[in-house]
Nanobody, 124 residues
Framework: VQLQASGGGLVQAGGSLRLSCAAS????????MGWFRQTPGKAREFVSA????????YYADSVKGRFIISRDNAKNTVYLQMNSLKPEDTAVYYC??????????????????WGQGTLVTVSS
C-alpha cells in the first residue's frame, strides 16, 4: 500500500490544522493506522493511532484532548485534526499502516508502510 500525507503548513500557536493520509489499495480498511512525528536529532514519536474499524483510538499524552484521529474507509483516508497547537508540536508528521493487528500501536517498528511526511510548523 502507498500512503500520501498532506495538510501540513505554518500556523500560529493556538491554531488548528487537519492532516490527511490517502492510501492506495483495497486493503486499507484492514490496516490499523498511526501518526508519528519527528524533529531533527530526535527519535520518531508516536502521536495517535486508530484501529481498522475506527472503533478504537489511541493518543500520546502530549496530544490527548487536542488532537483527534479519524478514518473514512470508503475514501481510503485517515485524518488527524490538530487543535490548540503549540510550538512543541512542530515536526514532520508521518502516517503509517500496520497490517498484523499486533496492538502495539505506539511502536513504529510494528508498522509496515509509511507515508512521505508532511511538515507542521507552529509559531509562537
Amino acid at each position: 500500500v502507498q500512503l500520501q500525507a498532506s495538510g501540513g503548513g505554518l500556523v500560529q500557536a493556538g491554531g488548528s490544522l487537519r492532516l490527511s493520509c490517502a492510501a492506495s489499495g483495497r486493503m486499507f480498511r484492514a490496516y490499523d493506522m498511526g501518526w508519528f512525528r519527528q524533529t531533527p536529532g530526535k527519535a520518531r514519536e508516536f502521536v495517535s493511532a486508530i484501529s481498522w474499524s475506527g472503533g478504537t483510538t489511541y493518543y500520546a499524552d502530549s496530544v490527548k484532548g487536542r488532537f483527534i484521529i479519524s478514518r473514512d474507509n470508503a475514501k481510503n483516508t485517515v485524518y488527524l485534526q490538530m487543535n490548540s497547537l503549540k510550538p512543541e508540536d512542530t515536526a514532520v508528521y508521518y502516517c503509517a499502516a500496520e497490517a498484523s493487528g499486533s496492538g502495539k500501536y505506539s511502536t513504529d517498528d510494528e508498522y509496515d508502510y509509511w507515508g512521505q511526511g508532511t511538515l507542521v510548523t507552529v509559531s509562537s
